[in-house]
């Protein structure tokens, strides 16, 4: 089912929590809504869910009006960040909630709940008790629940902030998989840029109540539009260019104190100071390129990242740590280079 969100808006007294957010998520695609803590994308899915009303705005799923629709009437199930299970139940009644709650009879509730545990590798454990738990096994559980009411939309609020990395790793292969085996149209909101990056068909980015960009994980780390966006999804070297002119879909901008001619679209007058974006990889060290001082070196496993002075800016610089003959120290003297394609101009 396809899920369509039309200026979506939520206020708090005069603070917009919200703000005419508009998404489209198609039938089996999974989005998620990346953005830091407090910039609205929990409000956005709850609303989304029917456990908060919308100021304005429309919401559908598929061709049917849900904007006031009630949580109970939208065929919607949610996972929450803190699982929200009941320590009073078992495994096996807390996934059987939401059934019993929709009137299911034995047999069938019965059938669906052996049904989501197998899905989560939990048949073994239906008799636990929630004390009985790790954390991901608390995850598996809240999953089961929200599969087993087969709902045609699935909604997700940070369900892996709870567990460690090695866990969250393997958990959000799991969901992924099991999202792509059933083809439930879903939206997950996270503020782990990694996480959205290896789980999302689409990434919204959004800050301050805003979406500001929307596209294919590698479109939103390779052509961000702000620096916002540049600076959240991974690392980003920002650095202001000097237009000196402006033609046929290029531009001639003094940068680093070197020309350089870069694609654009946009038409930029001569003089315009523009910002520009630049990923730490995407730089290397080069005997013909421009004097640096390294700042600062920090060892990270398969990376190198130094700090750099570079011209009046600051750079950060991954180089791949291989068996390599270079012995860098803070302080020494190097010169660096990159590609003019590897730089995007920003909004």
């Avoid at 953005?35 to 705005?57: E, F, I, Q, W, Y």
């Avoid at 959000?172 to 792509?180: D, E, F, P, T, V």
């Avoid at 520009?276 to 060290?285: G, N, Y």
């Avoid at 990242?305 to 291989?322: A, K």
Wanted: aromatic content about 4%.
């Amino acid at each position: 089912m396809n899920v369509v969100l039309h200026n979506m808006t939520k206020r708090y007294g005069e603070l917009p929590a919200v703000n005419a957010c508009s998404l489209e998520i198609k039938d089996g695609e999974l989005i998620t809504l990346l953005g830091p803590s407090g910039c609205g994308k929990t409000t956005l899915l709850r609303m989304v869910a029917g456990l908060l009303m919308p100021d304005g705005g429309q919401l559908f799923f598929g061709d049917k009006e849900m904007t006031r629709a009630s949580a109970q009437e939208r065929k919607a199930a949610m996972v929450f960040q803190h699982y929200a299970l009941f320590p009073n139940l078992n495994v096996r009644e807390n996934v059987a909630f939401g059934l019993k709650a929709a009137g299911k009879s034995k047999d069938e509730i019965h059938h669906k709940v052996d049904r989501a545990l197998e899905r989560v590798d939990l048949a073994a454990l239906g008799n636990r008790r929630m004390d009985e738990l790790s954390g991901g096994q608390k995850q598996r559980v809240a999953l089961a629940r929200a599969l087993a009411v087969e709902p045609d939309v699935l909604l997700l609020d940070e369900p892996l902030s709870n567990l460690d990395e090695k866990l969250r790793q393997g958990m959000r292969r799991n969901i992924r998989a099991l999202q792509q085996e059933l083809g439930i149209t879903t939206l997950y909101v996270t503020h782990d840029q990694q996480e959205a990056m290896a789980i999302s068909d689409r990434i919204a980015v959004m800050n301050h109540g805003v979406i500001q960009q929307i596209g294919l994980p590698h479109e939103i780390y390779n052509t961000p539009r702000s620096a916002f966006v540049a600076d959240f999804v991974g690392h980003a070297n920002i650095i202001k260019g000097k237009v000196l002119s402006c033609e046929s879909g290029s531009c001639k901008v003094l940068l680093q104190g070197r020309e350089r001619f870069l694609k654009s679209e946009k038409r930029f007058s001569d003089g315009d100071i523009i910002e520009l974006m630049i990923r730490p990889e995407a730089i290397r060290f080069s005997e013909n390129g421009i004097p640096a001082t390294i700042q600062w070196m920090e060892h990270l496993g398969s990376v190198i990242r130094y700090t750099m002075e570079c011209q009046g800016s600051e750079l950060l610089v991954d180089r791949v740590n291989t068996l390599s003959t270079r012995h860098d120290r803070i302080g020494d003297s190097v010169k660096v280079d990159f590609d003019n394609d590897a730089l995007v101009i920003l909004e």
